[in-house]
């Protein structure tokens, strides 16, 4: 399995790209449809999408294959099109990531929407098989590592990371949790403890996504600095601040500057990928680029 550090350049941070939910939506996703269907029906809208994110200066550009697990497919009627859907995201940001110097894909996997035993009915040995299933398509389609995001459950966490590894075992893989502003997952579970345990799993990059804020990645990230394992590498993709209602539409308060600086900050602890998540344009990875630029200017 090669190693993220091989994949990426000397220099530190990486940047990713923003969000994908958001960009569709005003592409014209309707509430309730399934995004992963774009990539077969509407790919050019992705790369479309796809390229907004690496003129802006994004190094990683995430698939669009969220919810690409059997279970969440199911929801839209596409369970039996898991590997046709995930390998043709990968292959949509696979081509557009080529056409760009430095930049690698992210196969996202986002957690089944199940829950496991012995809350759930979903086995463990069920979940991994589910991961692994995505996770092949994902390789098929060009993926450089996948990226498990936006979990809160520890046990869905150790089978996403070991479906990857069984149905992507050349690909390294990163994952995130979501953190509430109490410090906490859903399921109760701490950045230290989700540090720890998610390292001895065998991955490269351990981190935080989503969430209400940079303000509230910012202390799980500060935790996690402090207390990395040699050899783990970190990352950050906040949401751009909270939704609002305004008029019909959601807006995010988390504007290209107040995202700058939550750059900025992510960079002063560390953290090896930076991006955004939930609420993001490339507008906002467009000033976190510069931002990042100029203070690498500096510190030199």
Known sequence: MTSVSKLFSDDRPVLSDGAIGTQLQAAGLMPGASPEIWNIERPQAMRVIHTSYAAAGAQLLTTNTFGGTRPRLALHHLEHRVFELNEAGAQIAREVADAHDGVLV??????????????????????????????????????????????????????????????????????????????????????????????????????????????????????????????????????AGLPEMVGDEFHYGGTPEVMAAYALRMWELGVDVIGSCCGSTPAHTAAMKAALTDAAAWAR
């Open 106 to 239: 992210l196969g996202s996997m986002g957690p089944t929407g199940e829950l496991l035993e012995p809350l759930g009915t979903l086995t463990r040995d069920d979940t991994t098989q589910l991961f692994a299933e995505q996770a092949e398509g994902l390789a098929a389609g060009g993926a450089d590592i996948i990226l498990a995001e936006t979990f809160s459950d520890l046990g869905e966490v150790q089978a996403a990371v070991e479906g990857a590894h069984r149905g992507a075992p050349d690909l390294p893989v990163a994952v995130t949790m979501t953190f509430d502003l109490k410090g906490h997952t859903m399921m109760g579970v701490s950045p230290s403890q989700a540090l720890r345990e998610v390292s001895a799993l065998g991955v490269d990059l351990v981190g935080a996504n989503c969430g209400s804020g940079p303000a509230e990645i910012e202390a799980v990230m500060e935790v996690m600095g402090a207390e990395r394992p040699d050899g783990i590498m970190l990352i950050a993709q906040s949401n």
